[in-house]
């Protein structure tokens, strides 16, 4: 039952409550009442089977990024407007847009598919090509907000002095064999794939990469702001350039990486080679808060604030 609250007295203009102690009795309730905005979003998402189903699970940070409606890399939601994915996904000037909301790449239930367009591009300032040497992440703003459901919630992103362990497991999820897309014969599967993987250690991951270098012993290939998964013997081409990878912590899912290397399907066994995004997440976070004022829950409060902070007009 909604409370009712009233702001008019009865008696003397004395004992009446002004404007502003109205207002802010208003905001109290609204506290008290778990008021969040239209638009509220989960702390973190997090994924679930459908009931009675034998398939995969639903990702719901899970974004397929587009050019003229064809499936480029992968991506992970990270807030009402944003999405992560990798640098080097973005190629020149073209008009991208993003599908959330399905695991299949080419969705027919228009009632659950999102199709946004991309608004904005936010390449991290170190990246510097496909080589791959660092700052491999983008941040993509969409034209509009999503509407979060079940099917469409963002992933938490790591806190920027959060140390990810050796052997933790994680999840990388996609719709193609990244070795095959830039080939002639390319597939990619129309159910989004996932894969368990477990996280390796930076030195063991660059030590198989060095036996199929030619590069001197003495400059490392896995930097430190990148991260390796495995899943010990299988192959790990399931993903996506640009898709997430998610782990389980402490009961919330965070986005630990998106794939960068696509050398890294050369061999079945290799480990994925991912930006490790809570090296990272800082600058995400700063880039979001600089658009802050494009979310729809904060522009709620900022115009509850305004009104219950305007001065109060006579009768």
């Given amino acids: 039952m909604a409370a009712s609250l009233s702001c008019v007295s009865a008696g003397p203009a004395a004992s009446r409550p002004s404007g502003l102690s109205c207002r802010l009795l208003v905001l109290l309730l609204l506290l008290n009442s778990g008021y969040k905005g239209d638009n509220t979003k989960p702390a973190c998402g997090k994924p679930w089977w459908p009931k009675n189903l034998d398939v ?12 003229e409606n064809e499936h480029v890399c992968g991506g992970a939601l990270v807030d009402l407007d944003w999405v992560v994915t990798a640098a080097h996904c973005i190629q020149g000037t073209k008009e991208y847009s993003v599908i ?7 969705p027919t239930d228009s009632t659950r598919a999102l199709l946004i367009p991309v608004r904005d591009i936010i390449m991290h300032p170190k990246y510097w090509g496909r080589n791959f040497i660092t700052g491999d992440v983008a941040l ?3 034209h509009t907000p999503v509407v979060v459901s079940k099917y469409v919630q963002p992933i938490c992103l790591p806190e920027p002095n959060y140390n990810l362990k050796v052997g933790t497991q994680c999840w990388v999820t996609g719709w193609g064999q990244v070795k095959q897309r830039f080939s002639a014969n390319s597939t990619l599967t129309p159910e989004l794939q996932e894969a368990e993987v477990f996280i390796m ?3 063991m991951c660059d030590r198989i990469y060095r036996k199929m270098s030619l590069i001197p012993r ?23 350039s640009g898709g997430p990878l998610a782990c389980e912590v402490e009961g919330r899912w965070i986005l630990a990486g ?27 976070k700063k880039q979001i808060s600089n658009g802050v004022l494009s979310v729809p829950c904060t522009s709620s409060w900022l115009l509850l604030l305004s009104w219950l902070l305007q001065p109060q007009m006579g009768p």
Avoid: F
């Fill in 201 to 203: 250690d930076n030195k």
């Fill in 140 to 142: 993509l703003q969409l």
């Fill in 100 to 106: 959330l909301g399905t695991s299949k790449l080419k």
């Fill in 56 to 67: 995969t699970r639903h990702w719901p940070w899970e974004v397929s990024l587009r050019v």
């Fill in 258 to 284: 998106v794939l960068s290397w696509e050398k890294a399907c050369a061999q079945v066994r290799n480990p994925g080679v991912y930006t490790h995004i809570t090296k990272y997440s800082k600058w995400i």
């Fill in 218 to 240: 003495v400059v490392p290939l896995v930097l430190g702001d990148m991260i390796c998964a495995t899943n010990y013997g299988e192959n790990l081409c399931y993903g996506d």
